[in-house]
């Protein structure tokens, strides 16, 4: 079946520009996540929709970065004001409710570059 | 503070050799383990898991070793191929939050021909 696809698999913009990310999870799956890794750096968490719950929005490191789930399905990450810091491969997985092995589908993520 | 660490950024061995990858953790709430597989250019693959209440588990050629009192999991790979290079990520995850896992910052392993 299909798996997590993101769209674009490349993006780079020039500083200032607002981006967005696309992510459609796995059908079905009601968790999705956002993680962005940074060059030589792990897995940052950013932001966690679980079906109809209020996202967890600990992870977003400003206010220039939001996620918006629509439907229960895609999901789309804004970062307002791209600053070069903000370079990185933004990566989404999603996990179907009450999993028990707990584990996360991965996409193949954007790259994200920011001149 | 970093609740899942991962102290050895890389590793190398030579193929036919067994491979152990390390992780800490900090955070007792945790209750179930995973690693994940990542190539270049792709997402993470899930790799295997543990939960708490077990100290092994093993598919294949990868076994997860769970020891809670000292707060520590290792992969072991035997034999090491070639084809396993690449950077493995520890996680762990708690009931509460449901469904959030916190990532190591992964370890590079290299198996040479």
């Known amino acids: 079946g299909a798996g997590v696809s993101q769209s674009p698999s490349n993006k780079v913009t020039e500083k200032g520009k607002d981006v967005e990310l696309r992510c459609d999870p796995i059908?079905?799956?009601?968790?999705l996540y956002w993680y962005r890794q940074s060059l030589g750096q792990g897995l940052e968490f950013l932001i966690y929709?679980?079906?109809?719950?209020?996202?967890?929005k600990s992870g977003l490191p400003s206010d220039r970065f939001s996620a918006e789930r629509t439907g229960g399905s895609v999901s789309t990450l804004t970062i307002q004001r791209t600053q070069q810091e903000d370079s990185a491969v933004y990566l989404c997985?999603?996990?179907?409710?009450?999993?028990?092995?707990?584990?996360?589908?991965f996409g193949p993520g954007t790259r994200l570059t920011v001149l | 503070d970093q609740q899942v660490k991962q102290n050895s950024p890389s590793l190398s061995v030579q193929e036919g050799r067994i491979s152990i990858l390390n992780c800490d953790y900090t955070?007792?709430?945790?209750?179930?383990f995973l690693w994940y597989k990542k190539y270049p250019a792709e997402g993470p693959t899930f790799l295997i898991s543990?939960?708490?209440?077990?100290d092994k588990n093993e598919d294949g050629r990868f076994t997860v070793f769970l020891n809670k009192s000292a707060k520590h999991l290792s992969l072991h790979i035997v034999p090491s191929q070639p084809g396993d290079s690449a950077v493995y990520f520890c996680?762990?995850?708690?009931?509460?939050?449901?469904?959030?896992?916190?990532f190591g910052d992964g370890t590079t392993l290299t198996v040479k021909p």
């Open positions: 955070n007792s709430m945790f209750d179930y």
């Open positions: 059908s079905g799956h009601t968790a």
């Open positions: 996680a762990a995850s708690a009931l509460v939050p449901a469904g959030k896992s916190t």
């Open positions: 543990i939960s708490s209440i077990k």
């Open positions: 997985a999603s996990s179907p409710l009450g999993a028990a092995g707990r584990e996360q589908f």
């Open positions: 929709f679980q079906g109809n719950s209020a996202p967890d």
